[in-house]
């Protein structure tokens, strides 16, 4: 595959160091930024043959086959809808859009154009989620109830992330977007979320946006899906996921403790273990950073989707579903009430229910635990089918 | 100090464990139970010399100074204004009410009476949480702004918590009173609960109260308390408090992870660990249940504060402010909004704020955050005060 | 139980906090210090009637029952005579002895006067040691063919510790024993320590002892007893212990890692964790020190046991067995070679076995090993009983 | 790369998985195996378009580049002749032969033929081993004193390596060659070995190889690398190191305890972990074993190798000199004794000595130690330079 980049920042060059990492196929032949100098300077880092400050002449490029986008939020809308008139795929970063009717203008765009709309939710694509995600729909853990996904850190690295209106929002959209769909997958992306409850405040930072928010995303069969993030928390990057099923349990640490740890005194070196808040003291760092947060596996998944002309596991479709949630829990932040989802043309299954079963202690009354005591007695709960009556056998 | 015990299931049985652990100087004189059977195999067990199935004799024994409530949740009332008419100092198990109009009858009932209420609320005594709530007030993690604590696990022992009229509720009454209480000491018990919004739903048992709940409290001084709680959890019981502090974070394992790790074939021996869902694999146990899980300390206060005269860290008043906000948190879980914590007699701060202090950049700006980057260069976005717009220096 | 106590600095201190700790009816009487100063200053910190320069005068103090020694080790032997000469139960710290003869002589006394000798060793008695050993007891991880014990820390606190005429050498005296004795538990008492294999050497202090050790110590049924010890580790106090069994695992951690976790940008307070390296960063605080460290369990095992009538958990046998293990250990370390432990009176069992059994797959063959493929297929490796080769099923 | 694969067992897959991971630009072209079934089988399954069951058919194949090797070890020898001999790169499996004149040999031949020699030591290669080398190299934990890697799990896969005349020994040459190898490059390659003491013996299997051991090897420098090995843990694979260094810690779990975490009641579905002793309970899965494992690493920096003509990390000088240190290991474990490592052509440093630098207190006095006691007091253990006498201050 032959790519371009849209951006010279902070996640381009994460992507681009995840394309050259392990002798990757796949090459990038151009690249974008509105500066001279840091084109110039991503095409020399990267072996990049072609550097430009044009959006249009680096999407046009003739050697281009999928465009990859890592610019600012405000920025997605117009290099889609470039790369759409180009004909070109195009692999854009998270949040999609900075609300829904954005995201849905882009992915008219995209289905108008019948080409691929990528949506680079890395952490759908981390190791330990993919084996989850097997391991849920291979049904270990039961009916999942609850999905919890977390991201806090100590605020995002650049600029225009503090600037509402260049953003769409605080942590919420930055972070958020993540917890959503991680939370969406494990209930399941076909179950229909209906309604948000949130709270958003900022309590920290000197922004117009929120820098701390905790929502609850109800879906169609009762799961709920929750999301925790933070602009300030304090301690590194804390990724965490939790679900809740009837038959199990998933708990996955993405970066604070991943069974690497380490104390140094501070004599030694000058090393910095990545977005550590210190360099002294107890460390906890990450192997392979790339590979841990998804960014290997998740453009392995692009680029064989188009080579076979099959849908990527995250989709503009996707990205727009992620955005239309965002913006309920906004409203709900607002009203203090329960939120409606707005979803313009679902395309997953319409009255979803739970599979919720009783279990039967026999014709008369359901079971409601049954335990094994210290003292080596059994006990047993159960309630009658009838009078609803609980009583102890 | 010579005790006296209401019941002789689970709960009184942990207790009376705790209270002969370590050569302690109380003793238990009396136990009462409405089964004569289990009066006398408790006293047995635990060399009680009395027993008896009337709470009147047993609260009324000339050597009794403090009786402990180790009953159903429907039985706290009647005993409590034995104990006060008996003029004996009493110790409930929690919650303490059923609602916050029966924990209001009981406070007064105690304090008419001039007698001790102490609130066996022992997650709040544990010694990870006591040296937490040391650190947290010497200003080690700064402000907190966000205080959530967990407890799941796959269900209640004895049959009347699963009839919703005997506990009063489900998982929020039994479970959530745990995690309020932890977070309003975290966050301070004299800023007031202000609001409640709720999320509960019965998933997965035959019955009529919710077996999971999920709750945010909004405190005056805009801090969030949140309860995750549930009886359909899968795994053993999970008891995890996490802060966020302006300046540090603090997370608590009480049970499930405690650096004791243990796999078993399951061909050697019949061992089963407690409260864990099986007997063979990886298995988690707990070294001193009764120590961990607060008993020890909780005692210790409890009888202190009788002797000396002082209050006991937990005491009636703080029972009926969690009933409070379990009320509060039923009445959102229907309405599908915050509701107000409806508090009688508030005997904390009014008017408490936020210590929300912006950090100076020179006069002209804030610093919003100062950041080395990989390359080494030190990066820093700051925003102006007047025209509010975002830079990077 | 009233007691003595002979010293005033940092372990007599601990050991008070825990006598002290909840309500116990146990009181101590008596204090001895060679330091007036600290004497005095002992008995008011602890409320202790009477204190004295003279260890005799604190040893026949009509009052005491049992002396408790908290002194630095070549003081143990002439404080122990006195409490044999006194008839007064004694409990000293470890190690016993600065070697086997010393230890030999402290236990020929006790047992000439007819008193308990009580073997201080609080890392036999954390609560996770205790369910630990329970549970090996039950058979719950087979025969114990490895125990590994570990405590490493950035050294000792005081002086008397790094001056080996006092001490009786480095960190192996100091730490081994404990290491030692918790392997000795898991695998067996009445199992025969054969032979020793050590390695010790002085790697960053300017001490004549040794600062780092590693043994293997080999017990007359084959297994093997691990002891890693340091006083130059980096990063608070590490104390772990690993066992290895036919039929499971068992994994402790008694302080770096149990389920307390802090994050503290310092901007906050002074709290200062104990033992920690920094008062920053990521620290890992315990709960309640005394009851982790087994300090009362200790107690209340010595003081049942004297008023029972029964033999405490860990004697002064135990206390010279480790000795004489020690003693080997430096002998190993000199001359390179496994080196015998001496033990005058062996008092468990002689010509122990292990229970090696070999599982038959059929008459001709012993099954080695089966194992489901990913592909579910199953494959069976088993050797032949009479020609030794091995084959695939 | 084109490249040769001879075998199609175990690890034969596992390289070819992460072949094809991540779009790798490298292709495997043909195959060999003794059996055909297996050759056309593994041909098919990774789309390999030659098979052969004659090995220098593979080798001398003309589109083949390098050359990987997946046998067991006694066929290493002959694969590396034939490699030579076609003048094609070769990369081993570990351990590079079965003991270190096989690999002298080996060495030999590359060497003679001009052709790379890559020492296929995954475990050198995975992400957190890398980092916590570059940190190590950076300083960041003063000099290494100590460098300790496990591996221990509940036996290998196939027969052959139950048979000591195949594999050379048992979990000492399977196992003992990675952490060798690990431990070797934490105190630094260039460092001289000098000494092993081994402690080996048979205690589960009916094999005549050991399937326990423990072994320390001392460096020049006076540093000690540990292994510990076990074919009979419980409990799925342990996978861990540990460092310790004057200035700092390092700690690495790289396989049962990595952040993923999941109870499964089993009623769900069929999901087996891989290489976890049961599939019900408490569950430690691994993201992406392939990169976790090393694999990707690894391959990426032999392609790079030979594309730039540099030696890889590992060569088959590491693989001869672990072998060397393992045959010293099996002499100690049956003298008893600490034994020489015995080397043909020493390529590191010569005389390397340890970077022991005491601290002054001032002219007359070393500093032993500097301490703040709970009470706030600053206490310095200090040693006289001349008389050795040791003091607080």
């Known amino acids: 595959m032959k790519l371009a980049i849209l951006g010279s920042g902070f996640i381009s060059r994460f992507y681009a160091d995840s394309l050259v990492a392990q002798r990757r196929k796949d090459t990038i032949v151009s690249v974008y930024s509105r500066s001279e100098v840091n ?16 959006i249009k002449e680096c999407v046009e490029h003739k050697d281009v086959d999928a465009v990859i986008i890592g610019l600012s939020n405000d920025l997605h809308l117009e290099s889609i809808l470039a790369c759409a008139a180009a004909g070109k795929h195009v692999l854009c970063t998270k949040p999609l859009g900075r609300n829904a009717e954005e995201a849905w203008q882009m992915l008219q765009a995209v289905e108008k154009a019948n080409v691929v709309g990528g949506y680079l939710e890395d952490l759908c694509y981390t190791p330990k989620f993919l084996k989850s995600l097997a391991s849920i729909k291979s049904g270990a853990i039961g009916e999942v109830i609850w ?10 690295h650049s600029d225009w992330f503090w600037d509402k209106a260049k953003s769409g929002g605080g942590a919420m959209v930055d972070l958020g977007c993540h917890c959503i769909e991680i939370s969406r997958n494990f209930i399941g992306k076909n179950i229909r979320p209906v309604e948000v409850m949130c709270w958003a405040d900022t309590r920290v930072h000197p922004i117009d946006a929120e820098d701390n928010a905790i929502g609850l995303v109800k879906y169609e069969n009762g799961a709920i899906g929750q999301f925790e993030v933070s602009w300030s928390f304090r301690g590194g990057m804390d990724l965490r996921d939790e679900v809740m099923g009837t038959e199990g349990t998933i708990w996955l640490n993405n970066f604070l403790r ?16 990545e977005k550590a808040e210190s360099n002294t ?32 596991a995250e989709t503009f479709y996707d990205g727009y579903i992620v955005n239309a949630i965002i913006d309920a829990a906004y409203t709900s932040a607002k009203t203090k009430k329960w939120e409606p989802v707005q ?51």
Do not use: C
């Open 258 to 273: 991943t069974g690497f740890e380490m104390f140094t005194s501070g004599k030694g070196g000058d090393y910095i273990a």
């Open 343 to 393: 979803i313009k043309d679902w395309r997953g299954k319409f009255e979803a229910k739970a599979n919720k079963q009783y279990t039967d202690f026999d014709e008369n009354f359901y079971l409601i635990k049954e335990e094994v005591l210290p003292s080596g007695e059994k006990k047993i709960i159960i309630k009658n089918k009838k009078t609803g009556s609980i009583e102890i056998r």
């Open 281 to 312: 003291g107890w460390l906890f760092p990450v192997g392979d950073e790339v590979n841990e947060l998804g960014y290997n596996h998740m453009f392995t998944d692009m680029f064989d989707a188009i080579d076979k002309k099959r849908e990527p």
């Open 39 to 54: 084109a110039k300077k991503f095409a020399e880092d990267y072996h990049v043959p072609h550097y430009t400050t044009s």
């Open 147 to 156: 999905a919890k996904s977390r991201e806090t850190h100590p605020g995002p």
